[in-house]
Antibody, heavy 118, light 106 residues
Framework: QVQLVESGGGVVQPGQSLRLSCTAS????????MHWVRQAPGKGLEWVSI????????YYTDSVKGRFTISRANSKNTLSLQLTSLRPEDTAVYYC????????????WGTGTTVTVS | AIQVTQSPSSLSASVGDKVSITCRAG??????LAWYQHIPGTSPKLLIY???SLHSGVPSRFSGSGSGTDFTLTITNVQPEDFATYYC?????????FGPGTKVHL
């Protein structure tokens, strides 16, 4: 069964850091680009970042550039998101997700992990 | 960044209705657009990719159309499980922006 499960969320103070992890099962992440998407309380979905299959190409939304770092460990079938210099507006449910062809649309979503910055 | 808008922001429907949601991109994105359904407390679900291709397992009452800048998601014969928020997302240029969502309610 294809599945993504995030972990690592929690409550932190502004300026602190957090590392989110995402473990895949039922498929090999090395074959896919992987995304992070978030949803702040009462708000819509916001695309955060993407990483290429080999981990060399990474893109971020402007609001997290220089603060968040996406990475992957294909040998462990895991994806990570390092969050630093956290702000209250980063409070959200964070989803990892699989990008598929064509266009890298998201066909598999994780269960989500909640980050609260307060 | 490409701006993506949706209309309406919410709409009222009854079981059996046909509803349409519009998504507009700020520039030509060809067919690089997907539609998702999101029910609170669950993970979003892919409905349509490449503007008009139905994702595996999605009921055929869902359909997508459009290309360039204007796109439509149509639900024919709305079912009780379809009351949710629907989002479009463009995949032409980073960042892969979402529309603000359309809430379909009773």
């Amino acid at each position: 069964q294809v599945q993504l499960v995030e972990s690592g969320g929690g409550v932190v103070q502004p300026g602190q850091s957090l590392r989110l992890s995402c473990t895949a099962s039922g498929f090999t992440i090395s074959h896919y680009k992987m995304h992070w998407v978030r949803q702040a309380p009462g708000k819509g979905l916001e695309w955060v970042s993407i990483i290429s299959e080999d981990g060399f190409s990474k893109y971020y939304t402007d609001s997290v550039k220089g603060r968040f770092t996406i990475s992957r460990a294909n040998s462990k079938n895991t994806l990570s998101l390092q969050l630093t210099s956290l702000r209250p507006e980063d409070t959200a449910v964070y989803y990892c997700a699989r990008g598929n062809l064509p266009d890298l649309y998201i066909d598999v979503w994780g269960t989500g992990t909640t980050v609260t910055v307060s | 960044a490409i701006q993506v808008t949706q209309s309406p922001s919410s709409l009222s429907a009854s079981v059996g209705d046909k509803v349409s949601i519009t998504c507009r991109a700020g520039q030509d994105i060809s067919s690089a657009l997907a539609w998702y359904q999101h029910i609170p407390g669950t993970s979003p679900k892919l409905l349509i990719y490449a503007a008009s291709s139905l994702h595996s397992g999605v009921p055929s009452r869902f359909s997508g159309s459009g290309s360039g800048t204007d796109f439509t998601l149509t639900i024919t014969n709305v079912q009780p499980e379809d009351f949710a928020t629907y989002y479009c997302q463009q995949f032409k240029i980073y960042p892969f922006t979402f529309g603000p969502g359309t809430k379909v309610h009773l």
